[in-house]
């Protein structure tokens, strides 16, 4: 018999408390302490690092051992679903008009770049442990340097979805959490590279900062169809955007549990079960953003044909949306981490961390001073900061300087990022097979090699932009 009395009963509703209460601490300490307000750290992220702190040092030395598990998993899980929900609204977004006329070819240049950078931080960062894995820590996990594009290019949830396949199908010891730190380490990487520069531009005299910025991306069209379904009838209209949202999940996980059940049932043998199968259910969020593209389409051609008279996907709902799932899996993300488990890897991570960052800084101002050389700085600190954290990052980035965003860097993120979809589905797939065996790990550097210098050199020479 259920027993709503019963601690058990409450345990979600606890953690998910525990998390707005970090999160409302964190967005307090972001607008009244000048030096977080200053340092560009989202109010996720600060809220994250808090709980953080405030697991490991406060309730892990005072609670049972399987409470901190409990509550490490809890996160972990809501990392994990928080990333594909968040990306099934944003596939569910009704095509708007552009709000800038952007030059021909420019989703093609932005999407390229946005990969290439995946792949020169994946080249750094495996280059690095394959050479340590032969000669100075034999011990180390030969793949993991390519999580880099992964935590700094994808984000937390990737970082965390990847890592956890390499933890439990590879052996990787403290790989989720391994994953999870390069992602927190991007978000340090994004706020510290953005004050740096701010200011170096800001001494050149080539910038005047704003105390405040205006957010004309944010304004409540909450009907920008006429034929828009009511705010309010029989269903509430934000209930809708939520159901269409679940909808997509469930079939998301039809999609992947009837594929995974085929595969073990020795389809393609040990590869499908071992090696396809975990990589379905990491990349669950990319599955369900296909799955959003899809019934987008059939909406549209229901439409057209005069069969559906109505547009239920609201694109300002569906952005509150995915901005919620979003800010829930930083913070989740970074208190999801295991201290313990970084013990040992910590020197390297300072290390990877500072290489790969500072190879991504110096690349992206190389790069989009020669792609956008109208508006160089705002595009640097953009896809840095969407490079280094999530896309949000770069449009905090960008606000400092262009605050009513009269250049089309913010736009650059949005179709670059659709673009890069295309360009970086190999990537995924090479994330994949590296840690299969050795001659794999090689063979995936080999390739990436290639790839960055195919991409870098279509950036380079068939840009009309750019003058070498």
Same mark, same amino acid.
């Given at each position: 018999?259920?027993?709503?009395?019963?601690?058990?009963?409450?345990?979600?509703?606890?953690?998910?408390?525990?998390?707005?209460?970090?999160?409302?601490?964190?967005?307090?300490?972001?607008? !009244?302490?000048?030096?977080?307000?200053?340092?560009?750290?989202?109010?996720?992220?600060?809220?994250?690092?808090? &709980?953080?702190?405030?697991?490991?040092?406060?309730? /892990?030395?005072?609670?049972?051992?399987?409470?901190?598990?409990?509550?490490?998993?809890?996160?972990?899980?809501?990392?994990?679903?928080?990333?594909?929900?968040?990306?099934?609204?944003?596939?569910?977004?009704?095509?708007? !008009?552009?709000?800038?006329?952007?030059?021909?070819?420019?989703?093609?240049?932005?999407?390229?770049?946005?990969?290439?950078?995946?792949?020169?931080?994946?080249?750094?960062?495996?280059?690095?442990?394959?050479?340590?894995?032969?000669?100075?820590?034999?011990?180390?996990?030969?793949?993991?340097? %390519?999580?880099?594009?992964?935590?700094?290019?994808?984000?937390?949830?990737?970082?965390?979805?990847?890592?956890?396949?390499?933890?439990?199908?590879?052996?990787?010891?403290?790989?989720?959490?391994?994953?999870?730190?390069?992602?927190?380490?991007?978000?340090?990487?994004? /706020?510290?590279?953005?004050?740096?520069?701010?200011?170096?531009?800001?001494?050149? &005299?080539?910038?005047?900062?704003?105390?405040?910025?205006?957010?004309?991306?944010?304004?409540?069209?909450?009907?920008?169809?006429?034929?828009?379904?009511? #705010?309010?009838?029989?269903?509430?209209?934000?209930?809708?955007?939520?159901?269409?949202?679940?909808?997509?999940?469930?079939?998301?996980?039809?999609?992947?549990?009837?594929?995974?059940?085929?595969?073990?049932?020795? /389809?393609?043998?040990?590869?499908?079960?071992?090696?396809?199968?975990?990589?379905?259910?990491?990349?669950?969020?990319? %599955?369900?953003?296909?799955?959003?593209?899809?019934?987008?389409? =059939?909406?549209?051609?229901?439409? !057209?044909?005069?069969?559906?008279?109505?547009?239920?996907?609201?694109?300002?709902?569906?952005?509150?949306?995915?901005?919620?799932?979003?800010?829930?899996? =930083?913070?989740?993300? %970074?208190?999801?981490?295991?201290?313990?488990?970084?013990?040992?890897?910590?020197?390297?991570?300072?290390?990877?961390?500072?290489?790969?960052?500072?190879?991504?800084?110096?690349?992206?101002?190389?790069?989009?001073?020669?792609?956008?050389?109208?508006? !160089?700085?705002? /595009?640097?600190?953009?896809?840095?900061?969407?490079?280094?954290?999530?896309?949000?990052?770069?449009?905090? #980035?960008?606000?400092?300087?262009?605050?009513?965003?009269?250049?089309?860097?913010?736009?650059?993120?949005?179709?670059?990022?659709?673009?890069?979809?295309?360009?970086?589905?190999?990537?995924?797939?090479?994330?994949?097979?590296?840690?299969?065996?050795?001659?794999?790990?090689?063979?995936? #550097?080999?390739? %990436?090699?290639?790839?960055?210098?195919?991409?870098?050199?279509?950036?380079?020479?068939?840009?009309?932009?750019?003058?070498?």
């Amino acid at each position: 018999m259920f027993d709503f009395t019963s601690p058990d009963s409450w345990q979600s509703i606890y953690y998910f408390g525990l998390i707005a209460v970090l999160l409302l601490l964190g967005n307090t300490l972001r607008r !009244k302490v000048p030096f977080l307000r200053r340092s560009l750290l989202p109010s996720a992220v600060i809220a994250g690092f808090l &709980g953080l702190l405030i697991k490991e040092f406060i309730y /892990a030395p005072l609670a049972d051992p399987e409470a901190v598990l409990a509550l490490n998993q809890f996160f972990s899980l809501i990392t994990y679903h928080a990333i594909a929900l968040g990306f099934i609204a944003l596939g569910l977004k009704v095509s708007e !008009k552009a709000r800038y006329q952007l030059k021909r070819g420019q989703s093609f240049f932005s999407g390229l770049l946005i990969v290439s950078t995946y792949l020169i931080q994946g080249l750094v960062g495996l280059s690095i442990t394959l050479g340590l894995s032969y000669t100075f820590m034999p011990d180390l996990f030969r793949s993991s340097g %390519i999580l880099f594009p992964m935590g700094f290019g994808q984000g937390p949830g990737q970082a965390l979805n990847i890592g956890t396949v390499y933890e439990t199908s590879y052996g990787f010891a403290g790989g989720a959490s391994f994953g999870l730190a390069i992602a927190s380490f991007g978000f340090l990487w994004a /706020a510290i590279f953005g004050v740096i520069y701010l200011n170096y531009l800001a001494k050149k &005299g080539h910038v005047k900062r704003t105390e405040t910025a205006v957010d004309t991306f944010n304004s409540p069209q909450l009907n920008s169809s006429p034929d828009e379904i009511p #705010l309010a009838e029989s269903i509430d209209k934000f209930t809708i955007q939520v159901i269409i949202v679940l909808f997509v999940y469930l079939i998301t996980y039809g999609a992947i549990r009837g594929t995974t059940n085929w595969l073990n049932g020795g /389809a393609l043998g040990d590869f499908g079960i071992n090696t396809i199968g975990p990589l379905l259910w990491g990349f669950n969020f990319i %599955i369900g953003m296909l799955f959003a593209l899809l019934l987008k389409q =059939i909406l549209m051609l229901l439409r !057209k044909n005069k069969v559906m008279t109505r547009q239920y996907p609201n694109n300002f709902l569906l952005n509150r949306i995915s901005g919620f799932t979003f800010d829930i899996m =930083i913070v989740a993300s %970074i208190a999801a981490i295991r201290l313990e488990d970084l013990a040992r890897y910590w020197v390297l991570l300072l290390t990877l961390g500072l290489i790969v960052g500072i190879t991504t800084a110096l690349y992206m101002i190389f790069m989009t001073s020669r792609i956008y050389p109208e508006y !160089k700085n705002e /595009a640097t600190l953009g896809m840095f900061g969407m490079l280094t954290g999530t896309a949000s990052t770069g449009v905090i #980035l960008i606000r400092e300087l262009d605050p009513e965003f009269k250049t089309p860097a913010a736009s650059d993120l949005v179709v670059g990022s659709s673009t890069a979809i295309l360009f970086g589905f190999p990537v995924i797939l090479l994330v994949g097979i590296a840690p299969v065996s050795d001659a794999s790990t090689w063979l995936v #550097l080999g390739i %990436i090699a290639v790839l960055f210098s195919v991409f870098a050199g279509i950036l380079l020479y068939f840009n009309p932009k750019v003058k070498l």
